[in-house]
């Protein structure tokens, strides 16, 4: 995996971030005191179980010649109590039984992102100077 880096950019909470060769920014609410100009850590999070999610209904329903047209997922994350609740919902398309349906559900559960999500998680951090 490629080290995700963040900086500071422009205005009061703005944050550069480099992925190898791609530049994204991630910005906070005007009502949190930023400009909006990228998504928030929050909306990066949801984003990465969601194409997670989906890259992986993707890749079961090929390897299984599934005839899954789209998988279209959203994810919506709130806080309540200091527990972060996120909210998938996936939409299958295509020509698909009851039980094909079911399996693709199961499948979605085991994403990498889901699996890091929900299970034991450890943060390392270190000073450099």
Do not use: W
Not at 2 to 11: A, C, E, I, L, P
Not at 73 to 78: A, Q, S
Not at 119 to 124: A, N, T
């Amino acid at each position: 995996m490629k080290t995700v880096v963040s900086q500071f950019g422009v205005g009061a909470l703005q944050q550069k971030l480099t992925i190898g060769d791609l530049h994204l920014l991630s910005d906070a609410y005007v009502s949190n005191g930023g400009a909006e100009t990228g998504p928030t850590p929050h909306e990066f999070l949801g984003a990465a179980l969601a194409a997670c999610t989906s890259m992986t209904l993707k890749m079961y329903a090929g390897r299984k010649s599934l005839n899954l047209d789209n998988a279209i997922v959203k994810v919506d994350i709130e806080r309540a109590n200091d527990v972060e609740i996120f909210t998938r919902t996936i939409q299958l398309e295509g020509k698909l039984s009851s039980e094909e349906k079911e399996r693709l559900i199961e499948i979605a559960n085991k994403c990498p992102i889901h699996k890091a999500l929900s299970g034991d998680i450890q943060i390392k951090t270190q000073l450099v100077n």
